[in-house]
Structure formats: structure tokens, C-alpha cells
């Protein structure tokens, strides 16, 4: 069992379920809190004449949960104010900006800012001749072109409405996977719709969750075939005024929904989605080793079984076979017994979805 | 192999995962990864259905590759509608939320058909934004 996934396994009774337990904030607060370095060049041949070369570059910190353009007004003014001079700012058009990464690969706008940034980290890690510095935790090289977006590959205008609008539309099928209708998301208010924006743009952790709580299952320990907590004796007191006027219950629960929203990021390759059962058919929890090893076997193959217990070995580990790649979550390598409705519920992006980039063990 | 240090390696220590011992790697690796990046030529059904004042269209089912992106079918409509360059356009799946463009039609066939098609709602109007 993963000491990761502790939480699930108090006891039914110990907390009333609108209690936030520790675990679950401490790493929906490490994942929100999670920034990735940035390098933001402009393309050379396009500075625009009398641009102070030189400084032309920019370095940033970006939250992972954040998009490429909630950074714009930082960068554009940084450029306004340092590089470009009057004439050239008053002639650029921001809604021609794109960005390319240093490989030559278009930047979707649409794409978390952490999803970009492991995914082309691996691929230069894979790259023939990659070296050690290359896999190390260097800034993410970004070129800033100032005209001429390909908008057949980037599919999104740059505005942050579109953003935002793609980052609505992500929300609710994420929420379409876990329960079979968007009603959650659907069911807040406008106000509070536009607050789950506004705290990414924000990078406010409390803005943000206020509202999400209300969509994100719980990780209370709540299972099918579990008794699960009284009804609704639960005290009613204590609950903030702004909780669900039908109270949680069991139904929220992450190990209750029909499936986990996930994809997996294969370099440089497709990405697959496919539906995620919490529980498996046998009743235990669907982990990400099982994931791996049914979606991509190639890369995940099973592993063997451990050989029985013995007197002089009691517990038997299983043989130990050669790793040909590794799970990226948030950033982080996950352990293969996790399991997927807490990964779900703990470490999702912003738009609710469970991305897991898959890297290339080295020899 | 070498046991020599590097500076690089000393200023930093790095999680065993991404301390290459030697920098190759696994040949067989790379050969699962080409296996997974071929296109999977399968077809699913697509079906079309038009919302509010959304003409309809002459055929409501189309046999469309999988491996195609979400774009490619908002594009395969336009074309389809005669529509011109932005003439507006939203398209939806199960009546409730706009897929990412690049999502596969393989990937939402999979999480949300229904008997045996991908229903795809349009509108000219912002309907379930």
C-alpha cells in the first residue's frame, strides 16, 4: 500500500468529511505551489530596430498550474519597458505573439505550463547526444516570435478568454469522465466559475480552492464495499456557509467516480486517454503500476510475481527487471503502487486532469 | 564506465532516476516508443447533431480515422456546412463540454461513445461554454 494514500485508511468515523485532511492539502498545496524555470528569448531576427540587444532575455519562475498567456503581461512588459523602444512597442501586436521552444516544437497555449515544461524535458533527454546537463533542472529555453503565428498548429488565439475558455472546457469533461454529466461544474455559480480562473491567474491556492472543492472528489476513506460514515448525523455546524447546500457525501468521493480523468504523455509521441476505474473488477484499488502495465506494456511491462514466502525469506521481493521508462507526475517520479483515484484527487493540474509524462530510463 | 565526478554532478545531487550511469539509452525503449507513435488507421462512427438554429446536415454519420485530432473534425463540419473562415462555429461532445482541439477522436471515442458513435453537437451560438 502506498504511504501516500494514507488518509484513505483511517478510520471511517475519525473525521467528519468537509474536515480537509492533511495529507490531501499538503500535496494539492505542493502541486499548486510547484514552479518551473523559464528562459524567454526573443527571436533575434525579430527585434525590432533600435531594441536593446543584449537584454533581450528574460528569466522566470512559472507555476506549473499556470498558461503561457496569464505570462504575456509580465514578459510584454518587461520587453516594453527594457528592450523595445517606443516606436517598435507602439507597432507590435501582442495577438501576433507565439512561442516556440529552442527544438523548433510549437508551444500550445492551451497546455499547463508544468505539462510543457516536463514533456520537453524529457524529449531533450532523449535526444541523441543529450547530455548530463541537459537532463539536469535547467531553465526551459523559449523563443518569442513577434509575427506570423502558424494558427493552424497553435488551434487557439493567444488571448487569456480563449485560454480560459479551453481551460473551461477541460474542467468539464474532466468532470464528464469522473461522473457521466458536467452538473458540477455546470452548477456553480458564474461568479464562482470565473474565481477557479482568477486563482490560477492569481496563483492563489485559497482563491482557487474555495471553489474547486466544491468539483474535486474527496479522498475521505470512502469505498463501495466500506460501511462509509452516518448519513447525514454528521454535525452540520462548523461546515463554512459556502459548502454545497447538499452537503458532501459519499458520492463525492474519489474512489466512488465512474473514472479518473488521466493522460499519458508519451515523448515525443500520442497521447492516450482511456477510461480509469478507481477500483478494479477484483475490488482493490487501481494503481499506477497497474495503469502503465495495461496502457503501455512496452514500456511497462508486468511485473513477475514475488516467489512464495519461505522460513528463510519472508518477504520475498519480486525479481528485479530492468526499468525502460518512468512515470512523471507534477514533475515528480511517482511510485508505481500509487493508486490513480488519489492521484486523481491529490495531484490533477488545475483542469482536474491527471497528466502523466512517461521518460526514458537511461542504461 | 567511468566513476569519474563531474562538477556538474557534485553542485547538485540528482535523484537516482536522472543520474544516467552512461548516457544511452535502452534500445529497447526506443523501439517500444516507434511502436506506440504509429497511427492507428482504425475508423470510428461520428455523429453529427445540430443545435438550436445550427443547419442540419444532408448524412449525420461519418466513418472517420481515429487517430485524427478533434480539429481535424471541426474542420471536416466547416467544410462539410460551407462555412466560411470565421463564421462561428462551436462544437461539443454528449451536449456538455468542447473537447481540447488536439485531443484524438481515438481518446474521446473511448471515454464517451455512445452506442457505438462519438456524438458531435454544433452551434452557432456559445451553447454549454
Partial sequence: MSNYGTTRHHPAAAAPKDRVDYHTTLFRRLSWEGTVPLEIRVDPQELPANSDRGLECYFMQAPRVSYLPLLMPEIRRFLMDVVFDEAAAKSLKEEEWWFECDDGTLLKWHWPIGLIYDSHSILASIRPGASLSATMATPLRLILHLASPPTDKLLLSPSAESCKQAFMGQLKEADFIRWGNTKRITGLRKVDQDGLWEGIKEHNFDDYWRVASKVTPTTAPNRPQSPGPPPSSVSMHGRPPSADASGPSERDGAYNVRSVPVRVYLPDGPVIQDLVPPILEDGTPHTLSHYLSTHVPLLFPPRPPAPPPSRSNPHPQPPSVSELAYPLIQGVLTPPESEMAWLGACLAGADGWLNICVGISKK | ?129
Avoid at chain 2, 504509429?38 to 444532408?58: C, E, H, L, T, Y
Avoid at chain 2, 487517430?67 to 471541426?74: D, G, L, Y
Avoid at chain 2, 481515438?106 to 451553447?127: E, M, P, Q, R
Fill in chain 2, 1 to 129: 564506465m567511468s566513476e569519474t565526478v563531474t562538477p556538474e554532478a557534485t553542485a547538485r545531487p540528482l535523484p537516482s532516476w536522472a543520474t544516467p550511469d552512461t548516457p544511452e539509452i535502452n534500445e529497447d525503449a526506443l523501439k517500444a516508443l516507434e511502436t506506440y507513435k504509429k497511427r492507428d488507421p482504425s475508423k470510428v462512427v461520428v455523429r453529427f447533431k445540430a443545435v438550436g438554429n445550427a443547419p442540419i446536415m444532408k448524412q449525420n454519420f461519418y466513418k472517420i480515422t481515429a487517430s485524427n485530432r478533434f480539429q481535424a473534425v471541426i474542420q471536416f463540419l466547416r467544410k462539410e456546412l460551407g462555412w466560411k473562415a470565421g463564421d462561428p462555429l462551436f462544437t461539443y461532445i454528449n451536449l456538455a463540454f468542447s473537447p481540447a482541439p488536439d485531443d484524438t477522436v481515438s481518446n474521446l471515442f473511448k471515454s464517451f461513445c455512445t452506442d457505438g458513435h462519438l456524438i458531435v453537437n454544433y452551434s452557432t451560438t456559445a451553447a454549454w461554454g
